[in-house]
């Protein structure tokens, strides 16, 4: 059995990642400053980028526009609280519910 916290922690959170990086990544950062961006390491953000992690999910337009704003904010230097926003776009999944509902019809 999977738990909601454990699809969120290896389904939904590394999906957010994989979105936002690529999203900066079409701001024009290269790899280097999304990985310094997002405090990872640069193979973190090639394999998100070329889908080997974080591609589990598939984003409804409404959320893919809030990671694109995140994007566009984290790069003109307007996000105080990188953690609060990524949070908030999982809230806003977990309200839709439509992940929890996707993995359970995965079962």
Avoid: T
């Avoid at 400053?33 to 193979?43: C, I, Q, R």
């Avoid at 809230?91 to 509902?101: A, P, S, T, V």
């Amino acid at each position: 059995m999977k738990l909601p916290c454990q699809m969120i922690v290896w389904d939904v959170l590394p999906a957010i990642r994989a979105a936002i990086a690529e999203e900066l990544v079409n701001c024009g950062l290269s790899q280097q400053e999304v990985a310094k961006e997002l405090d990872m390491a640069p193979s973190a953000v090639s394999q998100y980028l070329s889908k080997k992690r974080g591609y589990r999910i598939v984003f409804d337009e409404d959320v893919k526009k809030s990671i694109r704003v995140l994007a566009e904010d984290m790069e003109a230097g307007r996000v105080d609280n990188l953690a609060a926003r990524i949070c908030d776009i999982c809230h806003q999944l977990r309200e839709d519910d439509q992940q929890c509902h996707n993995s359970e019809s995965e079962k």
